[in-house]
C-alpha cells in the first residue's frame, strides 16, 4: 500500500477522451462532498455537470464559488443554481465572491480516505470543461493530509470571508446590470458592492461550549501506527503527544483528565487536533494530539491517590478510570483540586 501522504499528480488537457468533464464525472462518482470555485460559470458548462452534483448532494453537500469578474458568469446559470440550492436545501450551496478579480479554477472532489484536487486554466463552462486550450493539475491527496487539510483551507477561508449567499436579489441585480451593459464590453468593471449589496457584515466568531472530559491510555503505538501517523500528520513536528480515541470523540480545544496507566500517571491535557487516518492501524482510525495544561504537574497514581479520588467520589473503583466519560464542570474542577495536591 502507498504512503498514506503519498501524493499522485496528473494532467488534463482536454484532447481526445482526456476531457476535465469526463474526469469530473469519473472521479466525483461516489462523493458526498463537492467543493467548485471558479471565475465562470455558464448555462452549457453546468448542465454538463448538475446531475453529478446532484447526486453528490443527496449524499453529503456540495459548494460552488464562482465571481462576477468582467460580467461574464451567465445569470442563467445562477438562476438554476438558486433553484438547486432551495430544492436541496441548502446542500447544494451557492456563494459569490468579493473579489472582483476573483479568478479562480479549482474544483474539490472529496471521498472518505482520498480527495482529487483540480486546479489549472478551466472554467465551469463548455468550452473549459471540454474544449483543446486548456491544461489542469490533477491531484489525488489523502484526506487525513496536511497537504488536503491545507487546500482544502484556501477554499474554506475564501468562502467564510469572501463568499456572498447567492439570492434572488442578487441574481436580479446582476441579470439587470447585464442586459443594460449589453454587450458586455471587454474589461467592463462589474459593480460588484452595488449587486452584492455594500460591505460584508463581519462574521461573529463561533463560541464553542467547553467541553471536558476523562479518559486513559493503557499501552504503547505499534510501530506500524507510528508509521502512518508520522506519514499523515505534523503531530511530531510540532512537539504534540497523542493517543488512539477508537472514535471521533474528542474536538480542538477540549479539556481532559487523563490517567496514563501505561506510565502510572494522573494529568491535565488539551486536545490540539484529531484526525482519521485514511488506512486503519492496528491501534484503530481515529487519533487525538495534545499538550500537557500549563500550570498542572503530572501526579503519579500511588496507592494514596488512589484512594483520595475514591473518597472524593472521583472514581469507585480503579477499573473505572479505563472509561471514557464526558463530565460536567463541577465535576472536571474535583480532579484539578487532585492535581493540585502534591
Not at 438562476?79 to 465572491?97: A, D, F, N, P, Y
Given at each position: 500500500?502507498?504512503?498514506?501522504?503519498?501524493?499522485?499528480?496528473?494532467?488534463?488537457?482536454?484532447?481526445?477522451?482526456?476531457?476535465l468533464?469526463?474526469?469530473?464525472?469519473?472521479?466525483?462518482?461516489?462523493?458526498?462532498?463537492?467543493?467548485?470555485?471558479?471565475?465562470?460559470?455558464?448555462?452549457?458548462?453546468?448542465?454538463?455537470?448538475?446531475?453529478?452534483l446532484?447526486?453528490?448532494?443527496?449524499?453529503?453537500?456540495?459548494?460552488?464559488l464562482?465571481?462576477?469578474?468582467?460580467?461574464?458568469?451567465?445569470?442563467?446559470?445562477?438562476?438554476?443554481?438558486?433553484?438547486?440550492?432551495?430544492q436541496?436545501?441548502?446542500?447544494?450551496?451557492?456563494?459569490?465572491?468579493?473579489?472582483?478579480?476573483?479568478?479562480?479554477?479549482?474544483?474539490?472532489?472529496v471521498?472518505?480516505a482520498?480527495?482529487?484536487?483540480?486546479?489549472?486554466?478551466?472554467?465551469?463552462?463548455?468550452?473549459?470543461?471540454?474544449?483543446?486550450?486548456?491544461?489542469?493539475?490533477?491531484?489525488?491527496?489523502?484526506?487525513?493530509?496536511?497537504?488536503?487539510?491545507?487546500?482544502?483551507?484556501?477554499?474554506?477561508?475564501?468562502?467564510?470571508?469572501?463568499?456572498?449567499?447567492?439570492?434572488?436579489?442578487?441574481?436580479?441585480?446582476?441579470?439587470?446590470?447585464?442586459?443594460?451593459?449589453?454587450?458586455?464590453p471587454?474589461?467592463?468593471?462589474?459593480?460588484?458592492?452595488?449587486?452584492?449589496?455594500?460591505?460584508?457584515?463581519?462574521?461573529?466568531?463561533?463560541?464553542?461550549?467547553?467541553?471536558?472530559?476523562?479518559?486513559?491510555?493503557?499501552?504503547?503505538?505499534?510501530?506500524e501506527?507510528?508509521?502512518?501517523?508520522?506519514?499523515?500528520?505534523?503531530?511530531?513536528?510540532?512537539?504534540?503527544?497523542?493517543?488512539s480515541?477508537?472514535?471521533?470523540?474528542?474536538?480542538?480545544?477540549d479539556?481532559?483528565?487523563?490517567?496514563?496507566?501505561?506510565?502510572?500517571?494522573?494529568?491535565?491535557?488539551?486536545?490540539?487536533?484529531?484526525?482519521?487516518?485514511?488506512?486503519?492501524?492496528?491501534?484503530?482510525?481515529?487519533?487525538?494530539a495534545?499538550?500537557q495544561?500549563?500550570?498542572?504537574?503530572?501526579?503519579?497514581?500511588?496507592?494514596?491517590?488512589w484512594?483520595?479520588?475514591?473518597?472524593?467520589?472521583?472514581?469507585?473503583?480503579?477499573?473505572?478510570?479505563?472509561?471514557?466519560?464526558?463530565?460536567?464542570?463541577?465535576?472536571?474542577?474535583?480532579?484539578?483540586?487532585?492535581?493540585?495536591?502534591?
Amino acid at each position: 500500500m502507498s504512503r498514506p501522504n503519498s501524493m499522485k499528480i496528473g494532467a488534463i488537457e482536454n484532447t481526445g477522451p482526456n476531457t476535465l468533464v469526463a474526469f469530473l464525472r469519473n472521479a466525483g462518482d461516489g462523493c458526498a462532498r463537492i467543493d467548485i470555485a471558479v471565475a465562470f460559470i455558464t448555462a452549457a458548462g453546468l448542465d454538463s455537470l448538475l446531475y453529478l452534483l446532484k447526486r453528490a448532494a443527496s449524499r453529503g453537500r456540495v459548494r460552488v464559488l464562482t465571481g462576477l469578474y468582467q460580467g461574464f458568469t451567465d445569470p442563467k446559470a445562477l438562476w438554476t443554481l438558486l433553484g438547486e440550492q432551495e430544492q436541496t436545501g441548502g446542500r447544494i450551496s451557492v456563494r459569490l465572491s468579493r473579489d472582483g478579480h476573483f479568478h479562480w479554477k479549482a474544483y474539490l472532489l472529496v471521498k472518505e480516505a482520498t480527495a482529487k484536487v483540480v486546479v489549472g486554466s478551466s472554467n465551469l463552462t463548455d468550452d473549459g470543461l471540454q474544449q483543446s486550450g486548456e491544461l489542469n493539475l490533477v491531484l489525488s491527496v489523502p484526506t487525513a493530509s496536511k497537504e488536503f487539510r491545507d487546500l482544502q483551507g484556501v477554499f474554506d477561508r475564501h468562502w467564510d470571508g469572501l463568499g456572498e449567499p447567492l439570492t434572488a436579489e442578487i441574481t436580479s441585480k446582476y441579470e439587470r446590470w447585464r442586459k443594460e451593459a449589453d454587450p458586455v464590453p471587454p474589461h467592463r468593471s462589474v459593480p460588484i458592492r452595488k449587486i452584492l449589496g455594500g460591505t460584508p457584515k463581519k462574521k461573529q466568531p463561533v463560541v464553542q461550549e467547553a467541553r471536558y472530559w476523562r479518559t486513559c491510555i493503557t499501552g504503547y503505538f505499534a510501530k506500524e501506527t507510528e508509521r502512518v501517523l508520522k506519514t499523515a500528520t505534523n503531530w511530531d513536528e510540532r512537539g504534540l503527544m497523542y493517543f488512539s480515541t477508537w472514535r471521533p470523540t474528542f474536538r480542538v480545544g477540549d479539556r481532559v483528565i487523563l490517567f496514563d496507566l501505561s506510565d502510572n500517571f494522573l494529568g491535565l491535557i488539551e486536545i490540539k487536533d484529531t484526525t482519521r487516518t485514511p488506512e486503519r492501524t492496528p491501534d484503530g482510525h481515529h487519533f487525538a494530539a495534545y499538550r500537557q495544561v500549563k500550570g498542572f504537574a503530572r501526579r503519579r497514581l500511588v496507592k494514596n491517590r488512589w484512594k483520595a479520588l475514591k473518597a472524593a467520589g472521583l472514581l469507585r473503583r480503579k477499573d473505572d478510570a479505563y472509561l471514557t466519560r464526558k463530565m460536567a464542570k463541577e465535576r472536571f474542577d474535583l480532579y484539578l483540586d487532585q492535581l493540585k495536591k502534591s
